[in-house]
């Protein structure tokens, strides 16, 4: 008798052990603060002309600190590019495994954005705030960028600039709240609308954030903090 009941309680002891509200197959919640490492988010262009000459564009992605006046020895995660095309998707992406396959799930973003775009700016072919879109979602399709053309385009559906499409949805814009050009930390959610994503015959999705410009100017911004929660979905 008391041979089974210390099995039962081993048992129990490894189920428990096992289990980790954050790190299970029913959902995960991962935050990345870049203060290490790039996490594996990855940055990439798309939405441009073959003809266009790269230099001109000017993309620019890698962990890197912060800029003033926010605090220089904290890091995030940088992204430059120079809008040529009057369209262009700067991105970060990120593969995210050990899910339910074939489950779906519901994902949610909160963002700490840092940008020096003032709300209420103007500029060539828009603001350099209001309008270059926060876009976010997931696939199980890693989110790359494909030649169609002679044009460099986003493999996902996006949508385009203010609209949301199937893949990933509008959260805000780049603009900082402020009057004046300065970095300022914004913060940008879909917590009221997650999106909803189905994992790969593996268990696996991908997570992309990224921004749809109309802009037709350099922007750079710094993801300070990332943060994606994934939780099953129940039908």
């Known amino acids: 008798m008391k041979k089974w009941m210390f099995l039962g309680s081993f048992a129990l002891m490894?189920?428990?052990a096992g289990c980790d509200d954050n790190d299970s197959v029913s959902g995960r919640v991962i935050t990345s603060d870049f203060e290490i490492n790039t996490d594996d988010w990855t940055g990439v262009l798309s939405e441009y002309s073959t003809e266009t000459d790269t230099s001109s564009i000017e993309f620019r992605f890698g962990r890197t600190t912060l800029p003033t006046p926010l605090d220089t020895k904290t890091y995030g995660y940088m992204l430059q590019s120079h809008n040529r095309s009057d369209d262009m998707f700067m991105f970060l992406k990120k593969k995210i495994t050990g899910l339910r396959a074939n489950?779906?799930?519901n994902v949610t973003f909160e963002i700490d954005l840092a940008t020096n775009s003032s709300s209420g700016g103007l500029g060539a072919g828009g603001s350099a705030g209001s309008s270059v879109f926060v876009k976010a979602?997931?696939?199980a399709i890693e989110p790359v960028?494909?030649?169609v053309s002679g044009f460099y385009t986003f493999n996902l559906d996006k949508g385009?600039?203010?609209e949301g499409g199937k893949d990933l949805i509008n959260i805000g814009n780049a603009a900082n709240g402020l009057e004046t050009d300065t970095y300022a930390i914004v913060k940008r959610d879909n917590l009221t609308k997650p999106v909803t994503v189905t994992a790969d015959a593996s268990g696996a999705i991908w997570v992309c954030i990224g921004t749809d410009s109309g802009f037709e100017g350099l922007t750079k911004l710094y993801?300070?903090?990332?943060k994606v929660s994934i939780?099953?979905?129940v039908n």
């Open 223 to 226: 993801y300070d903090k990332i």
């Open 14 to 16: 490894l189920g428990l």
């Open 137 to 139: 979602g997931a696939s």
């Open 231 to 233: 939780t099953e979905k």
């Open 145 to 147: 960028t494909k030649l």
């Open 160 to 162: 385009i600039q203010s």
């Open 103 to 105: 489950s779906q799930y």
